[in-house]
């Protein structure tokens, strides 16, 4: 008889969609996963153009398990982002489980941006028909669902925002990238394996 190791509650592991914030979540729910989304909403919003945006950190790109698929959303794209996984589930032909991870403060704190930003791509994948959600995830698209109409304002006015307009970053930059689903390009960091 062998026994197995139960995951740790944190893992999340009996939910299809898991949600946790920062760098260290993705050790903490990607296991086992096919996707993993990095949530990184300011740091989109600061760049010069979508195409100058780091579309993931190493860090997390080397966290990610070796098999799974690793994008990049924000508010702009998370409805193809969604799409996208939808078609990738359908080419593995079963169940594909994720780890939407927003990317958190540089300081290690809630950024409520980030937060909105997944809530937008749980939101989206719920909309398809992905809907076994974590706790976690779920309270991350409800945030994004009782706020969507405050997105934009949000992004200038939470702290990541203030501090972004700070550091020199346009506001008007921080509202456009607060656009949902403004964008139909998905920013795909690692294909995931043959199915």
């Known amino acids: ?54 579309i993931v950190p190493r860090a997390v790109l080397d966290a990610a398990p070796d098999h799974a698929a ?3 959303a924000n508010l702009r794209d998370a409805a193809a982002a969604a799409a996208w996984i939808l078609a ?31 809530g937008a791509v749980i939101d989206a994948l719920i909309e398809l028909g992905i809907d076994d959600t974590s706790p976690e ?29 700070e550091e020199g970053v346009d506001p008007a930059s921080l509202r456009r990238e607060a656009a949902r689903d403004a964008s139909a390009s998905v920013r795909v960091a690692r294909a995931g394996a043959p199915a």
Do not use: C, N
């Open 88 to 118: 990738e589930q359908e080419r593995l032909g079963r169940r594909a489980y994720l780890a939407i991870v927003a990317a958190g403060r540089a300081d290690g704190g809630f950024a409520a941006d980030d937060v909105l930003a997944a």
């Open 137 to 165: 995830a779920a309270v991350a698209s409800a945030a994004y669902a009782g706020l969507r109409r405050a997105v934009a304002h949000l992004a200038t006015a939470s702290a990541e925002g203030r501090h972004a307009i």
């Open 1 to 54: 008889m062998s026994e197995t190791t139960p995951a740790a509650p944190a893992a999340q592991a009996k939910y299809q969609v898991r949600f946790d914030q920062g760098p260290d979540a993705v050790h903490r729910i990607a296991d086992g996963v096919h996707v993993v989304v990095w949530v990184d909403q300011t740091t989109d919003a600061a760049a010069d153009s979508p195409a100058d945006a780091p």
């Open 70 to 72: 690793v994008l990049a």
